[in-house]
């Protein structure tokens, strides 16, 4: 359920030289990869811990239910509207009285409709993510990505040492969080 590696905010300057730092590059003349290097990092860094890493505006479309519903991303920070759309689809702004939400203490958005009158999903926006930005990242999360884009600028020409660096993985796995279909 990855977002489109473009839709990552800014990455700031003192990340890349921390990737730099960590690979032992002394120029800025690969600056613009390593960035790319650092949004696919955390790309898979969402994948693997099943959360949100920085925080951002998610659109989910659900069936329209009157039993409780998750929201697919985690953790929800706050939901911002839901919509009903019709079958043909024009959508409707949901009265506030019309359905619950909640967040729980795992970070898990819910909503449940209090009835269903026609509408065949329902269009839900809120935003979700651990940080608000790159520098606000648990230390374990962010080390691991750096340490991740450094694996990727390392073997940038194709010569792969092996797979990714377990030391990844191992930071990485303490924020997993795994999401049962």
Not at 124 to 139: H, K, R, V
Request: proline content about 6%; charged content about 25%.
């Amino acid at each position: 359920m990855s977002f489109p590696i473009a839709d990552w905010p800014d990455v700031p300057a003192d990340l890349i030289a921390e990737v730099r730092d960590f690979v032992r590059i002394d120029h800025d003349a690969d600056d613009a990869a390593i960035d790319a290097f650092l949004r696919s990092a955390a790309s898979l860094c969402e994948d693997f811990t099943g959360q949100m890493l920085i925080i951002r505006s998610v659109t989910d479309m659900l069936p329209t239910r009157q039993a409780w519903q998750k929201l697919k991303r985690l953790p929800v920070q706050s939901i911002a509207s839901a919509e009903q759309v019709g079958a043909d689809g024009p959508a409707a702004v949901l009265a506030v009285e019309d359905y619950a939400v909640d967040i729980d203490s795992d970070g898990i958005g819910w909503i449940r409709l209090h009835r269903g009158d026609g509408g065949s999903r329902i269009r839900l926006s809120y935003s979700a993510g651990l940080a608000t930005d790159w520098d606000e990242l648990p230390a374990g999360l962010r080390q691991g990505i750096v340490r991740m884009a450094g694996y990727f600028y390392a073997n940038r020409d194709g010569v792969d040492a092996g797979g990714p660096p377990s030391a990844v993985t191992a930071l990485w796995r303490p924020y997993r969080r795994m999401r049962v279909a």
